[in-house]
């Protein structure tokens, strides 16, 4: 069974900010988490990407994407939603 996870990312981000971001979603794919990554906005500021995942992964996905979130200080940046 795939279980979705959606994350909100800020469209106005540096440089840098915005490798830091990419670094994430090729560490999710890399680490077999999931094939690919929809990029939709939401609004002038919010772009949402949402990705699949086995359900047994969901837990572990997450708490990977909030330590990567802290451990890059990426809190203002990318949310779950």
């Known amino acids: ?5 959606q994350l909100k990312v800020r469209k106005d981000l540096d440089a840098q900010l915005q490798h ?4 994430l979603k090729g ?4 680490k077999g988490y999931t094939q690919i990554i929809h990029i939709v906005d939401q ?3 919010f772009h949402i990407n949402t990705f699949e995942t086995e359900l047994e992964k969901r837990g572990e996905v997450r708490q990977y994407i909030a330590a990567f979130i802290e451990q ?9 939603k």
């Open 20 to 23: 830091t971001i990419i670094k």
């Open 43 to 45: 609004d002038e500021d």
């Open 72 to 80: 890059e200080n990426l809190a203002e940046a990318i949310t779950f």
């Open 1 to 5: 069974m795939e279980k979705v996870i």
């Open 27 to 30: 560490r999710l794919i890399s």
